[in-house]
């Protein structure tokens, strides 16, 4: 069970809860999270990834473990804490805009 | 008693004020998608409880919203606003050529007879249209075909911002374009050609009678003569007689022909206002003095429509999706500001009150006129 965290405005558009709880296949890496994700909240499809080529928007970073993991591949393995549960995959709204 | 709905998008938010046949009294909604830029929302007209709205965000990009029950509650629907094949290149502002690339949906347009239908102007400048009440969203490709390689973004962005239906027409459309121009279609989007002849653009463009390139406003025509419309361009005011064939200037005595909205009279169709602004340069209206301009001959001769509306010191400006109009006897006149206000009139625009003060800065103001 993989935590994820998303920001304010994600969680009042798919209705969520702070944070949510999914069920990520091995391995479990970003893109596996993020399509799961979209697969239980609609509505997020396009919000956090670009539809088309599914890179994540400019504004959006994941971060997790204090690590900024934006930049990661998105077939990179999360970190153990992640995947165990400890520690929260966050979607965040990047600081921009004033 | 009839009634009157006023949907207003802001920067950080959609509101709904609402009004018996009177409107002298309004109930303001609480902020719907709140912090979220709300570029346009709009009714369909054969059933006005059947609401869209565009919701945009630089982070996280573009949601379509729908209200089957008039704006109480509402639905997300379809926000996939995928370009028809390779989506080929415009220019950019360095001269080369760029990568059409989808931003958000300024503008969207419910059909004349069908609420499923709706058609949405894009950024980068496209038309897409739903049939299924905005599940799904096709675009209408062969308007770029119409020398959209030549198409660069304005400073707001290369936007297709006014859609223009005709009810007695319904293979006709018109839409118009920043910084690009009108386009017209008769066969139902299959093909468009630009429909920009008589306009001049001396300080924009190095041919001032470009066929397409033109920074056009806003369009507006009244639906009992859908042939003669009306353009608030980004200087000059405009009329067209034969349906875009050919434009001529009717900016008359305006203290000033840049502006962005432009709308017509519910009842009469040769009457019609604008909002001029003092340039290009200074978006603020001249001499500090908010102002509606009427003309009722169809532009030429303009007078300045002032009771209600602040007269000194006042610096903002009204976008041009943000003016409209009510059909009520007499015609109800609307606009909202970038400073939050939106302003009524119940009489055609001789007089004016401030409906909602301090709502942030407006986008877009549409009217419904309910039964």
Not at chain 2, 130 to 153: F, I, S, V
Request: aromatic share 8%; charged share 25%.
């Amino acid at each position: 069970m993989i935590r994820v965290v998303l920001p304010c405005h994600l969680r009042t558009l798919a209705r969520a809860d702070d944070e949510v709880r999914i069920e990520v296949g091995r391995p479990a890496t970003q893109r596996a999270v993020l399509d799961a994700l979209e697969a239980r909240y609609p509505v997020l499809r396009g919000t956090i990834r670009d539809h088309a080529t599914l890179r994540r928007r400019p504004f959006i970073r994941f971060f997790a473990c204090s690590e900024d993991l934006s930049h990661e591949s998105p077939d990179a393995r999360l970190p153990e804490a992640v995947l165990t549960g400890v520690e929260p995959f966050l979607i965040v709204g990047a600081m921009a805009g004033g | 008693m009839s009634g009157i709905r006023v949907l207003v998008g802001t920067r950080k938010g959609a509101f709904i004020l609402t009004s018996d046949g009177n409107r002298e009294r309004w109930e303001i909604s609480a902020p719907q998608f709140t912090g979220w830029e709300i570029y346009h929302l709009k009714g369909s007209p054969v059933d006005p409880n059947r609401l869209y709205a565009s919701q945009t965000s630089g982070w996280f990009g573009q949601v379509i919203q729908r209200s089957d029950d008039g704006g109480k509650t509402w639905a997300p629907v379809g926000n996939e606003f995928k370009y028809d094949g390779v989506p080929g290149t415009h220019q950019w502002y360095d001269g080369t050529q760029h990568p059409w690339e989808f931003k958000r949906v300024w503008h969207l347009e419910p059909s004349l007879t069908d609420p499923d239908t709706v058609f949405a102007g894009a950024e980068d400048a496209a038309l897409f249209r739903t049939t299924d009440g905005g599940r799904t969203w096709r675009e209408l490709p062969a308007l770029r075909a119409a020398k959209g390689h030549l198409w660069q973004p304005g400073a707001g962005g290369m936007g297709l911002h006014t859609i223009l239906l005709d009810a007695a027409r319904p293979d006709r459309i018109f839409v118009a374009i920043s910084a690009a121009g009108v386009f017209r279609t008769d066969d139902g989007g299959a093909t468009w050609r630009p429909a920009n002849r008589g306009l001049k653009s001396p300080f924009e463009l190095p041919d001032p009678d470009a066929e397409v390139g033109h920074c056009v406003h806003r369009i507006a025509a009244h639906p009992s003569r859908p042939d003669v419309l009306f353009m608030q361009k980004h200087w000059d005011v405009m009329r067209s007689d034969d349906a875009g064939d050919s434009w001529h200037e009717v900016s008359g005595n305006l203290p000033s022909d840049f502006g962005f909205p432009i709308d017509v009279h519910a009842h009469e169709p040769d009457t019609i206002y604008v909002v001029p602004i003092k340039s290009d340069s200074e978006h603020i209206p001249p001499e500090g003095k908010l102002r509606v301009y009427r003309s009722r001959t169809g532009g030429n001769e303009w007078e300045a429509l002032t009771k209600g509306l602040p007269q000194k010191d006042c610096y903002v400006n009204v976008l041009r999706d943000a003016m409209a109009v009510d059909s009520l006897e007499p015609c109800g006149v609307y606009f909202g500001t970038t400073g939050g206000q939106v302003y009524a009139s119940a009489d055609s625009g001789d007089s004016w009150i401030p409906i909602v003060r301090d709502l942030p800065a407006v986008l877009s103001v549409e009217v419904q006129t309910l039964p």
